[in-house]
């Protein structure tokens, strides 16, 4: 038996961690349902996402010890395989130290991922926001249809379809 994990039951609306705790380990959901989310500045909570079996959350834990960013929750009853950073690193290191090098290279350039991910959600929002504003724009300024073309006075003589910007047809 591994000193690494260790299964943990939680019932339906049971805390499995908060946000704003220090964090120590990385949760595998084995049956249920876990919600995690986020208070934001004005105390408003917002789903992040939700793991369900087979999935991790918490996984930033892994990485380095640091301060939670989110809430997890059972959202329906669950149960879990916590792992527990310190102990994995401590058998890392005893067991290999190549291993426990790259470990720590790759927790590095992910932790750096996830550091400029925040500004990336930033930006993310900034051009949604853009795009809103465009669609707003466009949708107040949009040109309406041009007029039938009359007959031509030409009988059987062929006549150009009205100009549409829209009409891909005749673009070559």
Avoid: W
């Avoid at 961690?17 to 249920?32: D, H, K, M, N």
């Avoid at 809430?71 to 669950?78: D, F, I, N, Y």
């Amino acid at each position: 038996k591994s000193d690494i994990v260790q299964i943990q039951s939680f019932s339906e609306g049971e805390v499995i961690f908060r946000q704003g705790e220090q964090s120590g380990a990385a949760y595998l959901v084995r049956e249920g349902q876990v919600r995690v989310g986020k208070t934001g500045e004005a105390g408003a909570v917002s789903v992040v996402g939700f793991a369900g079996p087979g999935q991790i959350f918490g996984e930033d834990a892994l990485l380095a010890e640091g301060i939670r960013s989110t809430t997890a929750l059972a959202a329906k009853p669950s149960k879990c395989v916590a792992i527990d950073r310190r102990r994995l690193m401590k058998t890392l290191d005893s067991q290999d130290p190549f291993i426990s090098a790259l470990f720590g290279i790759l927790a590095n350039n992910m932790q750096s991922m996830i550091d400029k991910g925040a500004d990336l959600d930033c930006l993310l929002q900034d051009l949604s926001d853009e795009h809103d504003a465009v669609d707003s724009f466009r949708d107040a300024t949009e040109r309406k249809p041009a007029a039938k073309v009359p007959a031509s006075p030409n009988k059987g003589a062929p006549t150009l379809p009205p100009d549409d910007e829209d009409d891909d047809a005749f673009l070559i």
